[in-house]
């Protein structure tokens, strides 16, 4: 029977043996993220962290236990929200390379949202119509937040005017002479009033075609100054 069998055959079988084993070594190693896994589980299709945070420190893990694989590693996102509680930092330690880079994407056909917004509940509505909450979070400027999205759609904030915009007459001379004070500006009768919660309101500053949100210090109705 041996001598039967034709020397291609075991050529075809040695080949396809190399390519298996070569594509084994070049796979890339696979991290799955869902936002209804665990960051306790091992980022498997089966078992997906939850928090993309795990995720990256599972590749820094990798890195400095083995390597990155000659693959790299993807980190893909599946469908859902990814809230993320604090910044995502990624530096130098969480770089790959050409032959094995460290990839972030969305799963086949998912659409997943990475959002760092924080959920407002508790409003009620007010005798003129109006909703009101109050954040303890964001009491002394602790959280200060300039977008608020109801329902997918962005709403805009409290604002005067509602259309165009205040001019300042002039500036506030510097106490040398040379030029104005950067950090006040003088505002026309009734544009601004020294309100009780004067830390809370920002103004949109446009200068050196440039511009800028900043928070008002305070404010003085008879000399019309805005610090």
Not at 182 to 198: A, E, K, Y
Request: proline share 8%; hydrophobic share 40%; charged share 20%.
């Amino acid at each position: 029977m041996i001598s039967n069998c034709h020397p291609l055959h075991i050529v075809c079988s040695t080949i396809a043996l190399l390519l298996l084993a070569a594509s084994l070594c070049s796979a890339e190693l696979t991290l799955h993220v869902s936002p209804t896994g665990s960051d306790d589980a091992d980022g498997s299709a089966a078992a997906p962290f939850a928090t993309i945070h795990r995720a990256r420190d599972e590749v820094r893990a990798i890195k400095q236990r083995s390597g990155l694989p000659e693959g790299g590693i993807r980190v893909l996102l599946q469908d859902g929200l990814h809230a993320l509680s604090e910044p995502l930092t990624l530096g130098p330690e969480d770089s790959g390379s050409a032959e094995a880079p460290v990839i972030y994407a969305a799963a086949p056909d998912a659409s997943p949202i990475i959002s760092g917004g924080r959920i407002i509940s508790g409003l009620t509505r007010q005798p003129d119509g109006s909703f009101a909450t109050t954040i303890p979070e964001a009491a002394e400027r602790a959280w200060v937040f300039r977008q608020l999205f109801i329902d997918g759609r962005r709403y805009i904030h409290a604002r005067s005017p509602n259309e165009g915009q205040f001019t300042s007459p002039g500036g506030v001379p510097a106490e040398d002479g040379e030029g104005n004070m950067s950090d006040r500006f003088i505002f026309r009768p009734g544009d601004l009033q020294p309100w009780p919660n004067i830390g809370d309101v920002e103004v949109m500053l446009y200068f050196s075609w440039n511009e800028g949100n900043f928070p008002l210090q305070s404010v003085d109705a008879e000399t019309r100054t805005a610090i």
